[in-house]
């Protein structure tokens, strides 16, 4: 047995007594740093808020003048895009911060999360949580924006169709998040993870509804619309935002109970088998 | 140096065996630590050193044997109590310097009203305050380094863990990062330093720990080590000396250990002025330079840790 009692030129050491630090505390400061690094990430910032603007102008206008389909409502595809368009900024948002874990684990600064008296589970979630609400600020950026190209319908009332707007763009960023925190932290390499995220989430964006309505698809493609979670978001943010009606729509109810669902599932499924962070945060 | 201490342990390490698969990484490990000061870890490369460290901040378990820090098993709560410094950089190129330890601050709990005080005393302290705003992609190797320091400590951490923190610092940057650490905080926390710089630890640590193959081979203060040496060192540049030759060196009266690391030779010795004709004489050509020294802590580790030759022969009655 090894013994060393160290001569020092100093007092004793005293052991410190501290509170311990909340995990809330923990998240705060991690999005804190996530929103700056978003800031700070021009390209990402600009792309994330232009891209689906300028499918808004061109593809909207290039479709409704140019084709001008007559199951859209009242022929706007500009209006009809706005959905896919918000949909798909949640896509992209969460895409890029579930990146951020493979800058975080390039840059070491994964080490610093690791050793800090948080676990892994409250890291991973709060790396999650920071990019529900960049994810949330980006999609609200995009409706707001988006707004005087579109009529706006708000068959709920004015409100109330916001406030059903805000909890679908939040259950969706949320959904989106932990799908892709999930690959994120199970996929060693940040090119497969956007292999795998693109191989997953496209297809599901265009049978979704966002960029075309999925009503007389063939009935494979119809059923696949059915199974995709991104077609619950795309119909509640319709419902809200500028349907005249419920009819021909999944409705709230549903897509909330999908949504919270898958949800729920994913999160679960990441809390409960975290994978093993190690120290040189491989 | 003052008398020793008798103080609480710090850390306790006993009979600790740990695998990475196939590969035994830590082996009956054992080490107590008490006091405050600056303790080394020294030994090769896949000794075992980083292993022991990342158990202590409780992000590995020991296979067999136990480990108490402060008294109780490693654990994240008890992270709060320890400061780290990695091998590698640990820090956002995105955020400036004053946001880096403000980021580590709110992780650590501090109160947020002494974060900003406490970051500003630590730039001070470790000569970055002037660099507060900069991103820390700017910063040059050496103040990435003090800047990392200054984080480790911004919770006032009993224990703070060092991991190679020199490595790849130019000698001027490590003299400013040891100074800028040890005129502050010598005496004031445990400090275990996991090394490879002999030199280093020999200037800087009170005590220290050689580990070669997973477990402890030796230990104790610096001078401690260096007095079971002979007076003498020397450093043989020896183009592939043969058994027989190393045989016949330690053979010669006056010689201690000799030991081999790749084409250098050490050897202990009474008295270099004797031994340096005789190594000529043995082998003129295949010698290439001899450089004789002071037994330091280098020659101890190679004692202890370094690629031996020969085993010792047996002692015959």
Redesign the interface.
């Known amino acids: 047995m090894s013994a060393i009692e160290m001569r020092t030129r100093g007092a004793q050491a005293q052991v410190r007594s501290e509170a311990a630090p909340t995990a809330i505390s923990a998240w705060i400061a991690m999005f804190g740093r996530d929103i700056k690094g978003v800031i700070r990430s021009r390209s990402q910032l600009y792309s994330s808020i232009f891209t689906p603007l300028l499918i808004l102008v061109f593809l909207g206008n290039g479709v409704s003048q140019g084709l001008s389909p007559a199951k859209l409502s009242a022929g706007n595809f500009t209006a009809y895009l706005v959905a896919g368009t918000v949909v798909m900024t949640s896509v992209f948002s969460s895409t890029f911060s579930s990146a951020s874990y493979y800058r975080d684990r390039d840059t070491g600064v994964l080490r610093m999360f690791l050793s800090s008296p948080h676990s892994p589970r409250v890291i991973l979630l709060g790396k999650s949580l920071a990019g529900v609400v960049i994810g949330v600020i980006q999609a609200l950026v995009v409706l707001v924006v988006a707004s005087p190209f579109v009529e706006f319908q708000w068959q709920y009332g004015i409100v109330q169709g916001i406030l059903v707007a805000l909890a679908a763009v939040l259950l969706l960023n949320i959904m989106l998040s932990g799908i892709a925190q999930v690959f994120a932290s199970r996929i060693k390499t940040m090119q497969g993870f956007h292999l795998v995220m693109n191989l997953a989430l496209f297809p599901l964006l265009f049978f979704s509804g966002a960029f075309f309505p999925v009503d007389n698809l063939p009935t494979w493609l119809e059923v696949l619309a059915r199974i995709n979670p991104l077609s619950y978001g795309v119909d509640a943010l319709e419902m809200a935002a500028y349907a005249k009606s419920s009819d021909g729509f999944f409705g709230l109810p549903i897509d909330f109970a999908v949504m919270a669902g898958i949800a729920i599932v994913v999160y679960g499924l990441g809390m409960m088998k975290v994978p093993r962070l190690t120290w040189s945060g491989d | 140096?003052?008398?020793?201490?008798?103080?609480?342990s710090?850390i306790d390490a006993?009979g600790i065996t740990h695998t990475y698969g196939e590969r035994r990484a830590l082996d009956d490990f054992?080490?107590?630590?008490?006091?405050?000061?600056?303790?080394g870890l020294l030994g090769p490369n896949g000794s075992g050193k980083?292993t022991f460290?990342?158990m202590l901040?409780a992000?590995?378990t020991p296979s067999q044997g136990t480990l108490e820090v402060?008294g109780e098993a490693p654990s994240?709560?008890?992270?709060?109590?320890?400061g780290?410094v990695?091998q590698?950089?640990?820090?956002?190129?995105?955020?400036s310097v004053r946001?880096s330890l403000?980021?580590?601050a709110?992780?650590?709990?501090v109160n947020s009203r002494e974060i900003a005080g406490r970051t500003m005393e630590l730039l001070e302290a470790f000569g970055l305050g002037e660099r507060a705003k900069d991103p820390t992609s700017t910063l040059s190797g050496g103040m990435r380094r003090r800047l990392e320091m200054a984080?480790a400590l911004i919770?006032?951490?009993?224990l703070l863990l060092l991991d190679e923190p020199t490595t790849g610092v130019d000698p001027d940057e490590r003299k400013a990062l040891w100074e800028a650490l040890l005129s502050r905080e010598?005496?004031?926390?445990?400090i275990l330093l996991a090394t490879n710089d002999l030199a280093e630890a020999d200037t800087v640590c009170?005590?220290v720990?050689f580990i070669r193959d997973g477990h402890?081979v030796a230990?104790?203060?610096p001078d401690e080590l260096k007095r079971g040496l002979r007076h003498e060192a020397l450093r043989v540049t020896w183009d592939g000396p043969t058994d027989e030759q190393l045989a016949m060196v330690e053979s010669w009266a006056g010689a201690g250990e000799v030991t081999q690391d790749g084409d250098v030779v050490h050897i202990t010795v009474d008295d270099a002025s004797v031994f340096v004709p005789r190594l000529f004489n043995l082998a003129p050509r295949a010698i290439r330079a001899v450089s004789i020294e002071t037994s330091s802590l280098e020659d101890a580790y190679f004692q202890h840790v370094g690629r031996r030759r020969r085993e010792p022969r047996e002692a015959t009655a």
Not at chain 2, 106 to 109: E, S, V, Y
Not at chain 2, 186 to 190: C, D, K, S, W
């Open positions: 140096m003052g008398a020793a201490l008798t103080a609480m710090i006993r054992s080490l107590s630590i008490a006091g405050s000061g600056v303790f980083s460290i990342t901040a992000m590995e402060f994240a709560r008890l992270r709060g109590r320890i780290t990695f590698e950089n640990a820090l956002d190129p995105l955020m946001e403000h980021l580590a709110r992780l650590f709990g984080r919770h006032d951490p009993a010598r005496g004031e926390r445990t009170d005590a720990a402890v230990e104790g203060t």
